[in-house]
């Protein structure tokens, strides 16, 4: 099976969704995604998929929109032009003559966004596929280059009036009636945490004084609140979690002043920020100084692609041995890990 289709729903019923699909006689497997109100759809054929959903559509009261799939990349400039290419080329009889638009949906956080992303490829197109006489219009188009981005994922499909995104709008208007969750439901980044404190709970025990770096929207901080008596967040970005133990330092790590602003032996660092391996780490490494013996740093490596993890990982050691009382104690891959991402726990001797 491969991946045929993103379906939403409203966020905190995903859950009930989720139950539907999978009653469905029909080959297929639901499963999660990093993302609130988004499930992936796997099966054999896209086109199938949509069609089935569209023939049982009265059976499913939680699907606000599904959005067929057909090729899936890592989200990478040059792998997405690459794959739009395989689909354009298979398509070409149906398409030639004709006029398009590209349309990005992009979750997660990138070098690019989603407009910059979608003049790129349509120039791409018009480059590269002259002999197909394309036209771009934005408006009246006759198919439509669709992206999906999550995070370190794309999808890519070619719609038109008969192959394109489903929506009951029924069931829209009837979801905004509905309460949603009592609690927002669990992102990634709580996951991570949760899974750390499962493996390693001694790591979590008598907490004082923690300090999050990168904390924005608040999931670590949500999570560790609750085992320490009080936690420094530091990220210029919102908190979407509050607390009575919840310091939030509205400014970016590096330009944080600890004498003035914390000023308290530290029992743990955690760093989930999204920034570059070695910037990342020379900024846990900023704080370390002030962590106390025996105590532990939880830092997340966000490699710059899949294929740089080891040279990543490298670099980031390299800069560790240079601090002989930072020593490496796991460096472990979390269920809840992207393909980019290793968890390394540090051990202050």
């Known amino acids: 099976m491969k991946p045929v289709a993103l379906i939403t729903t409203k966020p905190g ?20 995604t990093p993302f609130r109100g988004i499930l992936i759809a796997y099966s054999n054929n896209p086109y ?26 890592q989200t990478d400039i040059e792998e997405i032009k690459k794959n739009v290419s395989l689909l354009i080329n298979e398509k070409k009889e149906y398409i030639k003559g004709k006029s398009f638009v590209v349309r990005c949906n992009r979750r997660g956080q990138h070098n690019f966004t989603s407009e910059e992303l979608e003049k ?3 120039k791409y197109i018009l480059d590269n596929f002259k002999n197909l006489n394309l036209k771009v219009n934005l408006k009246d188009w006759d198919f439509k280059v669709n992206i999906e981005i999550l995070q370190d994922k794309t999808y890519i499909s070619i719609f038109n009036n008969d ?12 979801l905004k009636k509905l309460k949603r969750y009592n609690e927002r439901p669990l992102n990634r980044s709580e996951r991570k945490i949760l899974e750390l404190m499962k493996i390693y709970p001694d790591i979590f025990e008598n907490l004082n004084c923690v300090v999050d770096i990168g904390s924005s929207p608040g999931g670590w901080v949500k999570v560790l609140s609750k085992k320490a008596k009080i936690v420094y967040a530091i990220d210029p970005g919102d908190l979407k979690v509050n607390a009575k133990n919840i310091v939030h330092i509205k400014k970016k790590a590096e330009y944080v002043d600890f004498k003035k602003e914390i000023d308290k032996e530290i029992d743990l660092i955690t760093n989930d ?8 780490i020379l900024l846990t490494l900023k704080f370390a100084k002030y962590l106390k013996k025996d ?8 490699a710059r692609k899949y294929r740089t993890i080891k040279e990543d990982l490298e670099k980031v050691i390299s800069i560790l041995n240079k601090h002989n009382n ?17 968890t390394i726990i ?3 001797t």
């Not at 105590?295 to 966000?302: E, G, N, Q, S």
């Not at 930072?326 to 290793?342: G, M, P, Q, V």
Request: glycine share 2%; with cysteine.
């Open 120 to 122: 790129i490829i349509g």
């Open 295 to 302: 105590k532990y740093i939880i830092h997340t490596l966000k």
């Open 13 to 32: 019923f995903e859950p009930k969704l989720k139950e539907e699909l999978e009653k469905l006689p029909i080959k297929k497997k639901i499963s999660w």
């Open 326 to 342: 930072i020593k490496i104690y796991k460096i472990i891959n979390l269920k809840a890990n992207t393909k980019n991402e290793l």
């Open 346 to 348: 540090l051990k202050k």
């Open 163 to 174: 192959f394109n995104e489903f929506v009951i709008k029924e069931n829209i208007e009837r």
């Open 273 to 280: 920020t999204n920034l570059y391996p070695e910037e990342s």
């Open 48 to 73: 199938e998929f949509l069609n089935y959903i569209k023939e049982n559509k009265d059976n499913l009261k939680f699907l606000l929109r599904l959005i067929p799939l057909e090729l899936k990349c």
